[in-house]
């Protein structure tokens, strides 16, 4: 069976810029949270969407937004770029419940210049 | 603000000795607590879960232990191998109705051959 898959792998932008990454939870979850890891720390939760709708919120700002879609996909927009936006970004599903185990991707590097 | 910290960054261990990994934390108000392994380059891989009723749960090599009353909890590997280098977070969902899952920094294991 296939596991949270994301795209891009890598992603090079530059400041200023907008980006859209994206999710494909495991078959059968219906709940995506997305998180930002910076090198060397722990992921920092940003969103939770279960069945297409916001659950939760992380203390970030709101260039960052997300949507889920009626297949369960996810994608996660960040608007107006800064360099400390660089980081892992990774996206986590689970079947639905609050502690329901939480499946991680490989994550989206993105790098701002 | 409340947060899931690690007493130790790195941690080297010969290989075939039992590894113990550390973490305190602070919110009262967590449901469960989580370690993950992350190998460089990858997303985070659920390891074992413990439930704030329990104080201790196995699993396959590796035991958990919650102590409610200092706030601690512990990763136990059994056996450590080759394999098992990575970095190990410890976190905690908190309660309040969707997956808000707090990070901590990260425990480097480093098994020596």
């Known amino acids: 069976d296939a596991g949270v898959t994301q795209s891009p792998t890598h992603l090079i932008k530059t400041r200023g810029q907008h980006v859209t990454l994206r999710c494909s939870p495991i078959?059968?979850?219906?709940?995506v949270s997305w998180y930002q890891q910076v090198l060397g720390q722990g992921p920092q939760f940003i969103f939770q969407?279960?069945?297409?709708?916001?659950?939760g919120r992380g203390n970030f700002p709101d260039r960052f937004s997300a949507r889920q879609f009626p297949n369960y996909s996810s994608e996660l927009n960040v608007n107006a770029l800064l360099l400390g936006d660089s980081a892992l970004y990774l996206c986590?599903?689970?079947?639905?419940?609050?502690?329901?185990?939480?499946?991680f991707g490989p994550g989206t590097r993105l790098t701002v210049l | 603000g409340e947060s899931v910290g690690l007493h130790l960054p790195t941690l080297s261990v010969q290989e075939g000795d039992n590894s113990i990994i550390n973490c305190a934390y602070s919110?009262?108000?967590?449901?469960?607590f989580i370690w993950y392994k992350q190998e460089s380059g990858k997303g985070p891989q659920f390891i074992i879960d413990?439930?704030?009723?329990?104080d201790k749960r196995q699993g396959q090599r590796v035991t958990v232990l919650l102590n409610k009353t200092v706030k601690h909890l512990s990763l136990q590997i059994a056996a450590t191998q080759p394999g098992d280098s990575a970095v190990y977070f410890c976190?905690?969902?908190?309660?309040?109705?969707?997956?808000?899952?707090?990070f901590g920094i990260g425990t480097k294991l480093q098994v020596i051959p």
């Open positions: 078959s059968g979850h219906k709940s």
């Open positions: 986590a599903s689970s079947l639905a419940g609050a502690t329901d185990t939480q499946y």
């Open positions: 976190a905690e969902n908190i309660r309040g109705g969707y997956q808000k899952v707090t």
């Open positions: 413990i439930r704030s009723n329990m």
């Open positions: 969407y279960y069945e297409k709708e916001e659950r």
């Open positions: 919110n009262s108000a967590s449901d469960y």
